[in-house]
C-alpha cells in the first residue's frame, strides 16, 4: 500500500492526504467492487426497478455539546447531507450507540431529543438501531454511528460524480467556511477565545432539493473534514483540469479567521458541517446563487472560484495582493504554529 | 479585521513597490531571519513586487527547524520513559528523529500531548501528581519568557513533577555566524516579536562593526514591503543602523518586565542547531537553582548518536545557502504529509513554505 506507516495514526482519520492513502492503499485494495469504486459520498444501488442512496457515518466528537449542536444532531445531519449530496432525497436511518459505563443519562436523553428534533426537521425517520455499553475507559463517553438510504431520481444520479466539468464552471459554497471546525476546537481546548462562533452544522437536504429541482448542477459534495480544500482538491484529481480560487470572495466570518490567524490554520482545511460546495455552468451558477441566497441555510453564498486550464490537478488560490498558492489538501491533522 | 487588514492593504503595497523600484540601483541581498516573514513573502507574493536587484534570502528562524536532531531524540528518549507525558507545540510531534517520531511514538502508546500554552503543561502536571509532565521549550526570546514564566509559576506553586527541556535559542549569535561564515548579506529583516521582548540594540553590532543594515519588521505584506524600502534606503546611501518598522508593538528598550524574568530563570550555553553546528552562547540553560525543573538533569536516558537524514539540505537551506528547491528531496520524497527534514514540518519553515507556494 502507498502507505508506510505500520501503525495507525491520528492523521490516519483526518479526512486528507493520509486518509486518502489509506482508503485507497487498503481499504479499496481488499472491499474493491464497481459501486465503492465511484467513492461517492452515497453508494448509489439497482434495487428492483428503482435506485437507493445508501451511506454510513461515524461520529465520535469530544466535545458531546460544542455551541451551534452536539453529537445527536450531528449524526443526523451528517448522514443527511451525505445523501443529499448525492442528489438523494433521504428517507430512513439507523442509529447506533456505543455508550461508555457510567455516562450521565441526563445527557444521553438531551442527545436522543436531539437526534429526534433534527430528523423531524429532515424528514426522516429513524427506523432501526443497535445500543452496545462498553467497560469504563473503553471509549471515549459516547460514539454513535448512523446510516441512511434515500431515493434517487434519475435525472440527480450524476451529481455526484462530476461528469461534465468544463473550464468556466463556477465553484459555489452556501455560506461561510470552518465555522463548526474552530467552535469545536475553541469548545476542545483551553484557548477561552471569547468569540461567538458557532458550529454550521444543519441538514441540507431541503436546500439541495431546491436546488436540484430548479438548475442544472453538475457535482456537488459537503466539505466536512479536511475542508473545502480537499474536496477540491480531489475534483481535480486526475484530471487535465485546474481550479482558482478568489480570496476576496471566500465568506469567512470574523471569528474564524481570527482564530486561523492566531493558530496558524487555513480555513480551507477546516471541516463544516452544514455546507456544500456545487460546481456548475456560469450561466446555472447564478441562479443557484439566487436559489441558495433565498434560504435560510444559503444567505451568505458566494461563488468562490473557477475550473481553468491553467495547472491541471491542482487547487490555486489568488489573492487581493496579487499572490497566488497552491491549496494541498490537509496532510494529516492540522497543527498550530508556534510562534 | 482589525490591526490585520490595514496592513494587507493591496494600494499601500504597490504604492511602496513603485518607490521601491524607483529608488533601487545597487545589487542587495537582505535576509529574512523568521519563518513568519518567508511565510508571509510568499502568501503575499512579495518577491514579485521588488525590483530584480534585490534579493531575498530566508534565514535561521524557525525554531522547529533550527533545533537539533539531539533534542528532538531525547524527546523521544523521555517519550518512552514510564510515565513520563511530553507535552509540545504541535509542530514538533511530526519532525523526524533519528529513528522514529513523537506522532508514531504516541501511536506506540507514549503519552505525547499538543498544547497551546506553556500553562497548559503546568495544568496537566497539577492533574497528574503521580506522573512526569516534561514540556518541550522551542522557539526564541518569543517564546522563552512563557517557559521561564511557567518554571516561576511551578516552583512558587510546589509544583514537583513539572520540566522542561530546553532548546530555547536567542537570535543575534546566529545572525552574526552566518555573516562571520561569508554568507552574502547586505541587511537583515528582522523579527519583530523577537525585539518586542528584546527590545532593538540586540543588532547594534550588526550595524556598527559588521556594516550591515537591520530593520525589524512585523509580519503583514505591507510591513514587510516597507521594512524592504527602509533596508533599501539605508544601503542605497551608505548609512547602515539598525531600525525599526514594527513600531505599534516594538520599543527601543524592549520587554522589562519578560527580560528579567528570563534573566532570572535562564543563562546563555553554547548550543546545536540544525546544520549549523554549535554556535557559542547561543542557547538557553536553565539556571542550577532551578535545576529542580531541567528534564536534562531529572532524567537518565540513553540517547543514541543522532543522525541527519540522508540527502536532507536542510542545513545549507537555513543558512540561506541553498532554496529548497536545490534539494533533490524537495516536493518528491519530501512533502508535508510526509516530510523528511524538520524545514518541511513546520508551517513557517521554508521547504514547507516553497512546498505550499509553488505556483
Known sequence: ?????????????????????????????????????????????????????????????????????????????????????SGAEPLYISVSMIIEEGFPMKDLEIIVESLAAEAKKAGVLIVTGDTKVVNKGKCDKLFINTAGIGRVRKEDRQVSKALDIQVGDVIIVNGTIGDHGMAVMNARESFNFKTTVESDCASLNQLIREVLDQSSVKFM????????????????????????????????????????????????????????????????????????????LGRQSAIIGRVVNDHPGKVVLKNETGGRRIVDSLSGDQLPRIC | MKYVDEYRKKDLILSVSEKLKSISKKEIVLMEVCGGHTMAIHRFGLHSLLPSNIKLISGPGCPVCVSSQHFIDTAMAYSKVPGVIITTYGDLIRVPGSTTSLEKERANGSDVRIIYSVLDALEIAKKNPEKSVVFLGIGFETTAPLTAAAILQAKKENIPNFYVLSAH??????????????????????????????????YDDLATVCGLGVVVSGFEPVDMMQSVLMLTEQLESGTPKVEVQYQ????????????????????????????????????????ENLSAFDAEKHFKVEVPESTEPKGCICGQILRGLKTPVDCRLFARKCTPSDPVGACMVSGEGTCATYYKYRT
Not at chain 1, 49 to 74: H, M, Q, R, W, Y
Not at chain 1, 265 to 283: C, M, Q, T, W, Y
Not at chain 2, 178 to 194: C, M, R, S, T
Not at chain 2, 267 to 283: A, C, F, K, M, V
Request: overall charge negative.
Open chain 2, 169 to 202: 535559542k536567542v537570535m543575534p549569535p546566529v545572525m552574526k555566524a552566518l555573516v562571520n561564515e561569508g554568507v552574502k548579506i547586505d541587511g537583515f529583516i528582522a523579527p519583530g516579536h523577537v525585539s518586542a521582548i528584546t527590545g532593538t540594540a540586540i
Open chain 1, 1 to 85: 500500500m502507498k502507505n508506510r506507516e505500520d501503525k495507525i495514526l491520528l492523521g490516519h482519520g483526518s479526512g486528507g492526504r493520509m486518509m486518502h492513502d489509506l482508503i485507497e492503499g487498503l481499504f479499496l485494495k481488499h472491499f474493491s467492487n464497481n459501486i465503492l469504486n465511484e467513492q461517492t459520498d452515497a453508494a448509489i444501488l439497482n434495487v428492483g426497478s428503482s435506485e437507493i442512496a445508501f451511506t454510513t457515518d461515524s461520529f465520535v466528537i469530544d466535545p458531546l455539546f460544542f455551541p451551534g449542536g452536539n453529537i445527536g444532531k450531528l449524526a443526523v445531519c451528517g448522514t443527511v447531507n451525505d445523501l443529499a449530496v
Open chain 1, 221 to 296: 459534495r459537503d466539505p466536512t473534514r479536511g475542508g473545502v480544500a480537499t474536496v477540491l482538491n480531489e475534483l481535480v484529481e486526475k484530471r487535465q483540469l485546474g481550479i482558482e480560487i478568489d480570496e476576496s470572495n471566500l465568506p469567512v466570518i470574523s471569528g474564524v479567521k481570527a482564530m486561523c490567524e492566531l493558530l496558524g490554520f487555513d480555513p480551507l482545511h477546516i471541516a463544516n458541517e452544514g455546507k456544500v460546495l456545487i460546481v456548475a455552468s456560469e450561466k446555472d451558477g447564478n441562479k443557484i446563487l439566487e436559489i441558495l441566497k433565498n434560504n435560510e
Open chain 2, 248 to 287: 505599534r508593538v516594538v520599543q527601543h528598550d524592549g520587554n522589562k518586565i519578560a527580560q528579567q524574568i528570563l534573566e532570572e530563570v535562564f543563562e546563555l550555553r553554547d548550543d546545536q542547531w540544525r546544520g549549523l553546528g554549535t554556535i557559542p552562547e547561543s542557547g538557553l540553560r536553565i539556571r
